[in-house]
């Protein structure tokens, strides 16, 4: 079973930048999709950004020019750059890891929270 643990999250003012990282325990060589998902208080879980193997990205449009997505297969960790934060990019967010046979793995989560 692939467990998936992130990092990064914290507290940061708006306008400011985390990078959080999401590392998996076994390799990523078989992984298809990678994506990043937040969820906020009292609202649905939202993709946020996805990569795939060939390394083609998709952004959500409220995250569009702020965050980049990467993977590092070599490491078996996919990462979000996250910068010119918002106060509405509080959330929690979860990593996602996707085979080709669309097996799921999902992190627990890291919050963010960005102050005003």
């Known amino acids: 079973q692939m467990q998936l643990v992130e990092s990064g999250g914290g507290l940061v003012q708006a306008g400011g930048s985390l990078r959080l990282s999401c590392a998996s325990s076994?390799?990523?060589?078989?992984?298809?999709?990678m994506g990043w998902y937040r969820q906020a208080p009292g609202k649905q879980r939202e993709l946020v950004a996805s990569?795939?193997?060939?390394?083609?990205?998709n952004y959500a449009d409220s995250v569009t020019g702020r965050f980049t997505i990467s993977r590092d297969d070599a490491k078996n960790t996919v990462y979000l750059q996250m910068n010119s934060l918002k106060p509405e990019d509080t959330a929690v967010y979860h990593c996602?890891?996707?085979?080709?046979?669309?097996?799921?793995?999902w992190g627990q989560g890291t919050q963010v929270t960005v102050s005003s």
């Open positions: 990569i795939n193997r060939g390394y083609n990205t």
């Open positions: 076994r390799s990523t060589f078989r992984i298809n999709a």
């Open positions: 996602k890891m996707s085979n080709w046979d669309s097996t799921e793995y």
